[in-house]
């Protein structure tokens, strides 16, 4: 299948990538995340062939360690902006009482918490969580979106954003401190959790869980198009919130990223 546009449609809108060259699309593929990967394993056909080997080169390995976090900045983007989210949160733990330098560990701590909301105090809970390593580079604590959380209590912290924005603490959490800001924008909290994927990510979570996400939760699924890039901005110009363009070299290729009302 090839294209040169794709749009996702989510609650707060549209986004929509075009493309100056157009793309081939694998129909076997089953991954509905990735279509900007198929970009970059342009730049090099032969990095293609050697994923799965164990024989890399390091310029392999730095190549496919690139895919990998970019596949994985698509997923929690696209998650993130298919979900109306409640509460932006942060977890941390009291050392004295968890390691919190153990990956294992913390993520057990955590799964444990998020099975007792949904099975006894929040039955409808929506939840896309992502880890953070600690500017130590020794501990790790998480960051979270959540909806359908009635059940959860919060208490004013006595704090606020530098925006005016109220801070809580939930009260439910047992292992640590927290933080709790209501989110009025997906859109901008959507990039906001997803720049929490770094470069160190690749190393420190590496053939680890880089997010953890709901089963109820909503994932929005592309639709392509073959459209001149003309055409659209005469018709949708004025409906356009955001525009950002990538020019790859290597690939030959230009990516214009738009966001639609």
Not at 2 to 25: F, L, M, S
Not at 97 to 123: E, G
């Amino acid at each position: 299948m090839e294209y040169n546009c794709r749009v996702y449609d989510y609650p707060a809108g549209q986004h929509v990538t075009i493309y100056k060259r157009t793309i081939t699309r694998s129909e076997d593929t089953g991954n509905e995340d990735t279509e900007d990967l198929e970009v970059e394993a342009d730049m090099n056909v032969n990095f293609t062939k050697t994923y799965k080997n164990e024989d890399r080169t390091k310029e392999e390995e730095e190549h496919c360690k690139k895919v990998s976090l970019s596949d994985t900045k698509n997923r929690i983007y696209n998650i993130s902006r298919s979900n109306v989210w409640d509460w932006f949160i942060t977890l941390t733990f009291d050392r004295e009482r968890t390691d919190a330098s153990d990956y294992d560990v913390i993520v057990r701590r955590l799964k444990i918490f998020l099975n007792h909301l949904q099975q006894r105090q929040c039955p409808g809970l929506k939840y896309l969580i992502v880890p953070e390593f600690h500017a130590d580079n020794e501990h790790y604590h998480f960051h979270g979106l959540l909806s359908g959380c009635d059940g959860l209590r919060f208490k004013y912290s006595g704090h606020d954003t530098k925006d005016g924005q109220p801070i809580y603490n939930v009260l439910n959490w047992k292992w640590g401190f927290t933080t709790a800001t209501r989110v009025y924008d997906t859109e901008r909290v959507s990039s906001y959790i997803t720049k929490y994927i770094t470069k160190e990510t690749g190393t420190f979570l590496k053939e680890k869980h880089r997010y953890y996400a709901s089963r109820n939760i909503n994932r929005a699924t592309p639709r392509y198009f073959i459209i001149d890039e003309e055409d659209f901005l005469k018709v949708y110009g004025s409906s356009i919130t955001y525009c950002k363009s990538v020019t790859i070299p290597e690939a030959h290729q230009q990516i214009n990223y738009y966001e639609i009302r």
